[in-house]
Structures are given as C-alpha cells and as structure tokens.
C-alpha cells in the first residue's frame, strides 16, 4: 500500500493535525509557566492555574479522545504503518504509549492535578523564602497522593517507583539503576576520602565578593554567545529556580539566579541550562509541531547540561582562553588570578548542602539521596511530613553535614512541587552519558581540547547537533548512546574522567 | 420556575463552565500576545502564530458549538430567563450576541484570520521600523479584505461601517457619530484657531532633553501607585506601542515606552494605560471569570485612560502636587519650572503628526481623520494601497502639516495590523465621556480638586470604582452615564471643559 493511497494518507493526516495540535497547546502552556516564574503578578496566580488546568484537561482530552484511538488503531495495522516515512513511525509509536497511559486516568482527576501542581510551586516558592515546610506540606501530600494513584492506574512495574523512572528515561528500571549508582559509589567515595585527605587544598576565595550583577549577567550573555545559543530564538531572564524551557524550536527560553556575592553560580547556571536550550534549538525542522520535537529523554537532556557545564565550562582550557574577557568584566576583582588556579578554585570539592552549587563529584551524592527518599515515598510509603528527618538524616550519613533549615535542605529544590517524582535520576544518568559521549567526541574531534582552548566551541556543538540535537526524540536514548559510542551507558567514563580530573588538581598520587 | 429546581440549574451550570473556560483560553491568547508585543524572540513568531491561531479557532469553536446554541437555546426561554439573577441573565444576553455573530463565520476562516493578524503585527512593526509601507501592504489588504466579508456575514447595518461601529461601542452609529464629531467640530476648530492667533505661547523647552530612563521608569511607577494601581495585581513593562491588557482581574498588565529625549511620552503613556488597568482591576470578583468581566465599550474603556492622563495627569492641581517628586527624579534637569508653568508646558496645542503625542484639542482632529479614513475603507472600498496617500492629504487638510514619511503617517498605529478597524472613535467618545463623567463627580464629591492637588487620588478612584470599574460589563454604556449624569452622551461637556482649560493656559478673552 503506497503512502498516496488516499485511504492512507488521510488518517495520517488527521493524526498530524491532532498531534500537531497537542503540541501547540503545549507551546502555549509551557509560556506560561514560564510566565509564571519569571514575573507573574501574585495575585493572579490563582485564576491563572484554573485557566492552565482548563487547557491542559483539553490537551490532555485530545491525547485519550475517541478519533485519537481510532486514528492509532488505523495507523498500527501493519500494512499501514509499514508505509509510514520514519519520522511517522516514530510518531504514531510514541503517541500509542502516551494514549496508553493516559487513558487511564480519569480527565477529572487530571484536571485537579494540573491546578494543583501549578499552585504548588507558588506554594513551593513562600515556602522555601520562609523556611516553612509546615506550609508546603498539605500540597506535596496532595502531590504524593495523586502520583500513588497515578501509579496504580499506569499499572506497577517491578516496583511502584520504576513506573516513574520509565517516564523520564524510558527502559530503565530500579534494577539498573541501583548497579550503575552502586558502581558510582564504588569509585567516587574513595576519591572523595582521598580527595578530603589531600593537603593541597585549592584557593577559591576570590570566587566570593561583590560582583556586579549587570556585569554577570553580560558575561553570561557572552558565553551563551560562544556555545552558539541563538538569542534571535530565545531569551534569558531570572527566576528562583533557574530553567530552559523549548517553547517550540525557535523559542527556547533561559532562566538564571544572579547572586551578588558568588561569580560562578548564574554563570555555571546559565551554561548548565544553555546546554539544555542548545539541544532544543538545533533539533531539526522537520519535527517541528511534532511531539518529536524534543529531547528524548530526561537524562540525555542532563547529558548536554552537564556536558556544557562542567566538562566545557569547568575545564581547563575553557578558561585559559575565556578567562580574560571575565576579568575584563569585573575589573580590580580577578587580575591575580591565573586560568590554572581559577580552574582548580571552581573545582573544589567538598561537601555542601545545596545540590544545584556541588561540585561534580558529590553531586552524584546528593542525587543518590534523592534518589533513595524518592523509592521510599513510593516502594515504602514513607510519609511527606517525615521527609524533613528523612532528609536531614541522609545528609549527615552521605555528606557529614546537617541541613540547618529546611529552605537549605528538603525545600530546596523545584522538582517535587511540580509532581517529578523520577526526575533526580536522570542528572547522575546525565553525567555518565556526557562522559560516554565526549570520549566519543575526542575521537572523531582529535583537535577537540585544543578548540576549546581557543574559544572555539561551534565545532563541538556541530559534532553534538548531528548525533544528538537534530534527533530529537526520533531515536531513543539507548539507541542514541550505542550509535555515538557503540556501547550501551557505562559508569565507567564517567568516573576515569572524575578520577582523572581531580588526580590532577587535588595533585593525587 | 424556582432557580433551584435542578432542570433550571443544570443548563445554567454547563453554561457557566463553557463561558468560563472560553474565558480562560481568552486570559491564556492574551497572555501570548502580551508576551509577542514585550520580548518574545522574533525567530519564534511563526510557529507561535500557528498556535494561537489554532487555540483562537478552538475558542471560536466553543463559542458556536452545537452545545452552546442548546444552552442558549434553553436559557433564553422566557420562563427560565426570568428566574435567573441579574449577572447571569445579563451573561446570557451578551453570550447570546457574541454567539449570533460568530455562527456566521466559518471557523477555518477564522482561523486563518487569527493566524493572519496575529503575524501582520510583527510585519506592521517592522514596517514601521524600515517605513516600509509597501512591505505591510500585503498584510493590510488580506486584513481588510476579510473584514469585509465578515462584515457580509454579520449582516450591513445602515452602512458597511456601522457594523464595524457597533462592535466597539454597541448601539453607536455613523449617523450619531457623525453628529457628534460635527458638534465637537463646531467648537473646538474655533478654538484652535484663537489658540493659534494667541501670543501667550507657553514655553515647554525643558520638556525635552536627555531624561534618564531609569529615573523616568521610577516616576511612572510612582504616579501608578499614587492612582492606586495594585503592582501585586499587574506589573509594567516596555512595547513598542503601549499597551493595557486585562488578563485576569488580577493579573492587568501595562507597557510603555520610553524615549530618552522626551520627559512626558513614556508618562503620560503610562497614566493612560493606568487608567484602563484601574478600570481592569477594580471590577467585582463576582464577575471573574465570566465574558462580563471587561470594560462595557472601547469607548468607556478608554473615557478612563484620557479621564486620568488629560483630566487628572495633565491638570494644574496634579502637578502643584507632584511637580517636587518629579524634579527629585531628575535633579538640576527642572529645577526653574514652576508647576504653573509646568501646566501650561505640557498642555501646548499644536498640530502634530503623531496621535499619541498629540495635545487634548487637536487629538479629536487626529482620531476624525481616521474615522473618515475607515469609512472610505469600508462605505466606499478605498484600496489599502492608497492609504498613504490618503492619509496625507487629510492631514495637509485639518493640521495643515504632510507626514514626511509613512513611519511618522499612517504605519504609526497598531490598530490596523490587528483587525481593529472601527475602534478609534472610541478615543473621542471616550473624552466625551470622560468630561461628563468628571462633572459628575464634581457634583459628588465637591473638594476634588482640591483632593487632587494634594496627591489624594484614591477619592476619585474610589467614586470611579463604584460608578463604572465594579461594574464591568454588566451595564450597557448608554445605561451607565445615564446612571451617572442624568442624559445620555454629550459632546457639550468635553467642549466646556477644552475651553475653559485653554482660556487659561493660552489668556484667551
């Protein structure tokens, strides 16, 4: 049967126009929320989250409605699916498991969840500012308690939590993960003691002062500038939490969090989320309106965030060559440094209480907590208002340091008040699959260390637009990994690279 | 028939949620727009376009549905329509008229409309920019063209145009339009010219100069809160052309522009503005959510932002008050003006090319201009191409001066680049209005100039609020100044009021 056939082009036309519509009314969504966290009024945030719950109840509607299933039915017969291009294949592939698994949940009860989650990051933000777990809890109670029951209706898979470990990264389970984190654990807490026992303690004293915000935010521009980040196609703005956020591929927008006495914190931040909105913005055209037109999973998303950010932006040759131009920007605060010591300053590792400012080291730690309080929510019922003791407890047993309040501990992060429960994982994943693919890099780009070194870095987003960005979600992240490194994800990448790394700047024997 | 009874409730019921979510999706389109106008990257317009337009044509759809024309069906049903309060019957008539309207229009057209204008305003922008008439003209000709079929479909009043006239100020017609901006023409063409021949000129040299940006932006906000504007309820931004958005009655956006040269542009702009969020915000919470909860006209809308720009912003006893904070604004930059003076400065007269920028007497010549322009465009089928040469000639004749180019003739206003043809005798109604309202509160609340003159505007505020804002759109426009001043419009108040004022500034005899 050919693709002209009019009896087969026109279900695929309507399944485009009814994807290509959920997808709009996702783009209109995603502006805002991102709205909402960069300068909504207050006040009109209650009215605005019933609106949001009303579109999304729609969206979602459209994904489980009557013509959705009938089109998906049509459009899975063999002969007819054995028709469709590739990029239609995909799509009819990822669409039949969204339906799947939304048409088991009741639209009412979706619906009440929207409005709920979008409140609760308002809720989220009060609380954090006024250390006042007390007054997020009856939301993330709410929060939990939906989510159990999402689980529930999706139906429990091995265990309850790897039904939401397969939504960020598709395929993966508890199983898995417990290997590939207890491998981490295998060689990374050895570095770390023989890291915390090394005398040669880097200085970074001068990372901390008074440094001028518009300066920051103008080199953070430069540097988003040089990773190719096109500002015609996004923009950047502040927020709490920072975030990048693809509204669609040529509107893929940048929050970061400008603190006045810390130079790295918006800068790493800003090349953290740079490397999320590069992905986004280099996805190819043709996925354009499609819900292909995304990353293709939560942890190759993290794999170019933290990529960027600390493989490129806390590297060596990144600074010999950008080092300069920071000072140039903050003139008097940095003249005695040099690229040497400015590299091993914004390396330090040490225990710290704050996942989105540890070094790339223990921040695989602060993953493992979360990712242990999160089976625990879900495969032991652990309750919401025992989290903070929970939290605290972890801390001081992985870290050796105890939260002193909630806002530096359990509330700080976004991700729970939003329902992402699975989500932690995929920055851990991130770092091992950015390892994995810069080894790979290395050797289709011998000269790769050098570019860096000279502030050229278009040749290794090129490289990553053809194996990764321009993809989008047309290949799955297993399918991504084996064609760039010809392996399934390793641990091991990424711990010779950790190990390499501070062996040299801890001066380790 | 009891409201009670439960075959009366539900169609009420299902009526409300579908005006609410239309509604809801309406807050969420102004929100994009809002954000296309204030900084959304250029190379994202397109794909955004194309989503507006499809969630613009799924409102539409509401609004025509099978479901809603059974509802009103059911709820227009003497019987029932009596038993409903005052709110919902006034929301059945109103729903009843949108949905007559829009059932003649076929959606794809409408959608096609939507997708049309929501580009034409970038293209207008940017044809202004380059004063490129010729590359908006394409735009122009397919909006116009459309508007004409619409106005097919909707059914010619006594003229093409009236039907346009109608959507803006329901009720209004060419022929009472035509007598009142005769009347106005009566008086206050005299007017100008005694003004011309007078040979007290006031000076407003120190009007122009370089006026920090910033210090310009913390003033306008100063003078938005003195006129109660709730920041926790709407927030200020820049556009190129200003603009008032009312999303939810919580959340009522302003922008402005600020140019460095020019001390009153971006402040008066913002009162203005101000004065149509005033009327957003202060409507009943009763009304939230609901088709109601809006201005009641374009004309009464904007009778608020001129009566508090002209009335209130550009009046001696404001500036006897305000003038000392403004010259803290900018130190040593007005240091000899008295408020006298002041006064007199930013209440020059004089023919101008630039509505927006142009003194309260000759603005009415401005917006005649363009009421004879549209009825040429509709009644008589002028082609868009000639506009500017159209527009030219009309202003040789009533201000006696020639655009030098498009940018600064007809590609100045917005308007026309989203379909808003009919619109802009709202701005003289609305000085009409505003000098009848204003003789009204005189009557009420006898010590308001004086209230004024010493920074207390929440009193007017506070009459405003409950003789117009709180109402929204419950009363017809012709049912609220009867309410207020005892006669339906008149031109007589705005011509007594222009005399008097520039008696004074100009020493007329």
């Given at each position: 049967m050919s693709s002209a056939d009019p009896a087969a082009s026109s279900p695929l036309k309507r399944f485009r126009e009814l994807t290509g519509r959920m997808k709009q009314y996702e783009e209109i969504l995603g502006l805002v929320y991102w709205d909402m966290r960069t300068g909504?009024?207050?006040?009109?945030i209650e009215l605005r989250s019933e609106a949001v719950g009303a579109l999304s109840a729609e969206t979602f509607k459209l994904s489980t409605s009557a013509e959705m299933g009938e089109l998906l039915e049509e459009l899975n017969k063999p002969e007819l699916k054995a028709s469709l291009g590739v990029i239609d294949r995909r799509l009819v592939e990822e669409t039949t498991k969204e339906f799947e698994r939304n048409r088991r949940i009741p639209p009412d009860m979706y619906r009440e969840y929207v409005v709920l989650t979008s409140q609760s990051e308002s809720a989220w933000e009060e609380a954090k500012e006024n250390n006042d777990f007390a007054g997020f809890v009856p939301y993330l109670e709410k929060i939990v308690d939906y989510t159990r029951r999402f689980i529930e209706l999706w139906g429990v898979k091995k265990t309850p939590y790897d039904t939401l470990l397969d939504m960020y990264e598709?395929?993966?389970?508890t199983g898995e993960l417990d290997r590939l984190f207890g491998e981490l654990r295998e060689r990374l807490v050895p570095l770390a003691e023989r890291i915390a026992k090394s005398a040669n303690k880097p200085d970074?004293?001068?990372?901390?002062?008074e440094f001028d915000k518009e300066a920051q935010k103008k080199f953070s521009k430069l540097i988003l500038k040089e990773m190719g980040y096109d500002f015609e196609a996004g923009r950047l703005d502040e927020s709490v939490h920072p975030f990048a956020t693809g509204l669609n591929k040529n509107d893929v927008r940048i929050t970061t969090r400008y603190l006045?006495?810390?130079?790295?914190s918006a800068l790493f931040g800003t090349i953290h989320e740079g490397g999320h909105a590069l992905y986004e913005q280099n996805i190819?055209?043709?996925?354009?309106?499609?819900?292909?037109?995304?990353?293709?999973?939560m942890g190759i998303h993290e794999s170019q965030s933290r990529l960027w950010e600390?493989?490129?932006?806390?590297s060596l040759g990144f600074w010999q060559n950008y080092l300069p131009a920071l000072k140039a920007h903050f003139?008097?605060?940095?003249?005695?440094?040099s690229a040497e010591a400015f590299y091993r300053g914004i390396n330090v590792v040490e225990p710290s209480l704050i996942r989105i400012e540890a070094d790339e080291l223990t921040y695989n730690l602060h993953i493992m907590i979360r990712y242990e309080i999160e089976k625990m929510l879900?495969?032991?019922?652990?309750?919401?208002?025992d989290l903070p003791e929970v939290w605290n407890r972890k801390y001081e047993e992985a870290l050796g340091i105890r939260p002193p309040s909630d806002a530096l501990g359990?509330?700080?992060?976004v991700h729970w008040s939003g329902g992402?429960?699975?989500?932690?994982?995929s920055y851990s994943l991130g770092n091992m699959y950015a390892a994995q693919m810069m080894a790979a890099a290395r050797q289709d780009i011998p000269e790769l260390d050098e570019q860096v070194a000279s502030g050229r870095l278009l040749p290794l987003q090129a490289w990553l637009t053809d194996?990764?960005?321009?993809?989008g979600k047309l290949l799955r992240p297993s399918e991504l990994i084996e064609r760039i490194s010809?392996?399934?994800?390793?641990?091991a990448y990424l711990c010779d690279y950790l190990e390499n790394k501070y062996k040299d700047i801890y001066r380790l024997e």
């Open positions: 909504a009024p207050r006040k009109g598709p395929g993966l389970t970074r004293s001068f990372l901390t002062g006045p006495e810390d130079l790295t190819q055209d043709e996925l354009a309106n499609t819900p292909l037109c995304t990353g293709t999973s600390n493989m490129i932006g806390r003139p008097g605060q940095l003249d005695d440094v879900f495969n032991e019922e652990l309750s919401p208002r359990v509330l700080q992060d992402a429960f699975g989500y932690f994982p194996k990764v960005y321009r993809h010809g392996q399934p994800l390793q641990s």
